[in-house]
């Protein structure tokens, strides 16, 4: 049929899809590999988000490439700037002739028999039509995300269709949206939306951020002065380690105090808002979560923008529930009614696992609930895939590069062992708890339950700590008991066993 055939195809041509390159030609040069991309441009989250102020919400030098220093002064950087970051990278290392982009992933089928996958997706040329194409791997690496790229999450509003205004989306904000001098709410009150307050009360009307409940949010110096003065005096490389490391010692340490100090932490932070807001802010009613610090990702500020642009009178916070979008803006349940010229619904994302494709294991549809997740990497009886998850309470690159470098020396092994396909078996042990644990947020408890879930021990568990996964994908022996290591004759004598279903009790 003239199929198109790759050791590894990778989903995904955003930071983790780079990143997976660029582990697979270090440490995998012998591999064939191909990046299947749906968009148009290298980036991800990176190129699809272009609201006003996007920026990254952790320091960029613990979400910068292990391999590759971020040497701008910003440590807390603009999405454009990091979307260079990574398309420089993937040009500098070579791996962008390796890009295959408007190629979207609709489905994958494992066979046994030819210890292979067949990767079926639609190819959009410039022309707009869309045709299907299909490729074959022996492994299948999804660095396709966490989240549904062709809408965000909108609750339905009551009547929104009479609000005369626009409405928009932070994840399709309109190229052409005019916003100066205009009244505009924004629906929300987590990243996205305490980015998009200080940015857009530059030039607007006036801005409103309308939130349900509060967030906790952390004020951070732009850029990192130890960081830079480590620059100035070592050799680059050096200076991003140390700062790496410093960054990622603090970032433990504060999440490890918030775990085990969720009163002292929220006194902490809940004071440094009232002095940045003054004595007569209600940062009781607006800044005082109802939840402990780290039950949801802390939100950081750049240099207290935020706060600056309510103390100058530019932007307000008002908390309370919508009662009904009405011609001229939203009404409260409290009766209070705001108006508005534009509502940016800054309400979240819809999770999604595999970039949305769907897994099938020698004709059996893979029920991502049902599983139990390896090391947070792979999948109980799934052969040859893997899938990148980064941390919610840290950088996603940190994990991410661990999970690359750890998925090259399983191909290695394979090699060394003459196997052609790799299996993680779960033989005794339960599911006892999602995939992402001890976290409120609105976008992970709308979907979280059909993703897989983590059993109650190693290699069972999904951490969502570096140091742990530092010690398990880094330092732990590849050749686990867990998997199992076979070639297509023995899996084709022995039919596939059931697959166990792995649901929460
Ligand atoms: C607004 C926003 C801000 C964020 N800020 C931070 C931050 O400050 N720090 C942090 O650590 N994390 C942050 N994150 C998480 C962020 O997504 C990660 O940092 C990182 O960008 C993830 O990289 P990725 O390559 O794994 O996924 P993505 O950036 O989502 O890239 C996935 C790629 O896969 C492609 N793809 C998806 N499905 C398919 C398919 N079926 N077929 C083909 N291609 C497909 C997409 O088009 C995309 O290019 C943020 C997320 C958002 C949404």
Redesign the pocket.
Known sequence: MGLEHFDVLI???????IDAAYHLQKHCPKKSYVI????QRI???????RYPG?R???DMFT?GFSFRPWTNPKAIAPGEDIRHYITETARDEGIDRHIRFS????RAAWSSRDAAWTVS?VRRPPDGREEPVTFTCNFLFS?????R?QAGYTPEFPDINRFTGRVVHPQAWPADLDYSGKRVIIIGSG??AVTLLPAMATTAGHVTMLQRSPTYIISMPEQDAIAKRLMRVLPIKWAYRLSRWKNIGFMIYVYQLAQHFPNFVKTGLIKKISKALGPEYDVGTHFTPRYNPWEQRLCLVPDGDLFRAIKAGRASVVTGQIERFTEKGIRLESGEELEADIVVTATG?VLQAF???ELEVDGRRVELGNSLAYKGVMLSDVPNAAS?F??IN????LK?DLICAYVCRLLNLMDRKGARQVTPRNRNEAAVAPFVQKFSSGYVQRAIANWPKQGAKAPWRVYQNYLRDVFSLKWSSVDDPALEFSNPSEATLKPAPEAPRHQLA
């Open positions: 989903m995904g041509a955003g930071l983790s899809g299947l991309e749906q968009r980036g991800g989250t990176w190129d699809l988000f996007i990254s919400d952790s979400m190629h979207r992933v609709l997706a660095c396709a995300g966490y989240y790229y990243a996205t994302l970039g949305g494709a990148v980064g941390y840290a950088s996603w690159t991410a």
